[in-house]
């Protein structure tokens, strides 16, 4: 499998970095002109950062695992009283699926993409952009 197809895009990984999410990864997007998107390593992003300044972190499918909380707590649309929701993943055929539902399997919200990491990564973007968890900008 091909190193991009394990990270995150580098249009999702651009809407983390928006959001304020550490730029902390084993990898990164690199975007060089004239030619295309690249993952690169830490090592070799430390050595070009100084004078290359369109690097993202590409986060991992395990990296984005970690971001993501186990639980949230918030109010399901219609209800009136909080609920606590779990985190699940899952895959389906031919996409990942990342969803918060509760001990009915009523489903708080869900995520669906090509890749786990973009999946996750859906499902972390919209925490942040709810304010059900927040970035710990760096």
Request: charged share 25%.
């Amino acid at each position: 499998m091909k190193l991009e197809n394990q990270v995150c895009s580098l249009e999702l990984a651009n809407k983390l970095k928006e959001l304020g999410v550490p730029q902390t990864s084993l990898y990164f997007w690199v975007q060089q002109k004239g030619q295309n998107p690249a993952v690169i390593s830490r090592s070799k992003a430390k050595r070009i950062l100084s004078w290359h300044k369109q690097i993202v972190s590409a986060f991992t499918s395990a990296e984005l695992g970690e971001m993501l909380p186990y639980t949230i707590v918030a109010v399901a649309s219609g209800e009136e009283s909080k609920d606590t929701w779990y985190l699940a993943v899952n895959k389906a055929r031919e996409w990942w699926n990342v969803e918060y539902s509760n001990l009915l399997n009523d489903i708080y919200t869900q995520a669906s993409e090509d890749t786990e990491a973009d999946a996750r990564v859906k499902m972390l973007i919209y925490l942040l952009e709810n304010n059900l968890i927040t970035s710990n900008k760096e």
